[in-house]
T-cell receptor, first 114, second 112 residues
Framework: GAGVSQSPSNKVTEKGKDVELRCDPI?????LYWYRQSLGQGLEFLIY????????KSGLPSDRFSAERTGGSVSTLTIQRTQQEDSAVYLC????????????FGPGTRLTVT | KQEVTQIPAALSVPEGENLVLNCSFT??????LQWFRQDPGKGLTSLLL?????REQTSGRLNASLDKSSGRSTLYIAASQPGDSATYLC???????????FGGGTRLMVKP
């Protein structure tokens, strides 16, 4: 089937506004990851969902960031009261239940906070 | 905490050359290692995945090796082409199923 999809592909928002980024994983994949890629920091892990387990939120940079995964499929990453340092590309990946734990990435959402 | 380093940060070669990209990691207790390609403004494309029990993986002109005990992996690209120009990222999975830790990438330019 289709790969990982993300929307929107680009988002420009004003400082202080809230934004929602969406990820549709590969059908049947039980694990879903959010990463952030910024110029100064490289590619960093944000949050990880596995089935019905509590998510691993250890990479979220502040309490302005949150994510949910509804019905074990689609995930939404929400950033409240956006700051300029939130400008980055937000990448989503999913993984199936196969033994090699290979992650498949979406095209990303480029967020610009003005 | 796992740290991943890639050297060089940028590389420019003439078309046809064979080249090696390097990746090192600080904690040898890894589950697997992935090499990705990223084109400008695009997401990540998985190139090769090496399990911790494996020494190398090959796909076409690409060969990735893993020396877990020394904390190193290399990506060998044979007969480079301008279409190989991209950023190559190395990522380590230190705990089966959990997050990847990425290196800073090597930006490769292959000149015609």
């Amino acid at each position: 089937g289709a790969g990982v999809s993300q929307s929107p592909s680009n988002k420009v928002t004003e400082k202080g506004k809230d934004v929602e980024l969406r990820c549709d994983p590969i059908s049947g994949h039980t694990a879903l990851y959010w990463y952030r890629q910024s110029l100064g920091q490289g590619l960093e892990f944000l949050i990880y969902f596995q089935g019905n387990s509590a998510p691993d939120k250890s990479g979220l940079p502040s309490d302005r960031f949150s994510a949910e995964r509804t019905g074990g499929s689609v995930s939404t990453l929400t950033i409240q009261r956006t700051q300029q340092e939130d400008s980055a590309v937000y990448l989503c990946a999913s993984r199936g239940t196969g033994g090699n734990y290979e992650q498949y990435f979406g095209p990303g959402t480029r967020l610009t906070v003005t | 905490k796992q740290e991943v380093t890639q050297i060089p940060a940028a590389l420019s070669v003439p078309e046809g050359e064979n080249l090696v990209l390097n990746c090192s990691f600080t904690d040898s207790a890894i589950y697997n290692l992935q090499w990705f390609r990223q084109d400008p403004g695009k997401g990540l494309t998985s190139l090769l995945l090496i399990q911790s029990s494996q020494r190398e993986q090959t796909s076409g002109r690409l060969n990735a090796s893993l020396d877990k005990s020394s904390g190193r992996s290399t990506l060998y690209i044979a007969a480079s082409q301008p279409g190989d120009s991209a950023t190559y990222l190395c990522a380590v999975n230190s705990n089966a199923g959990n997050m990847l830790t990425f290196g800073g990438g090597t930006r490769l330019m292959v000149k015609p």
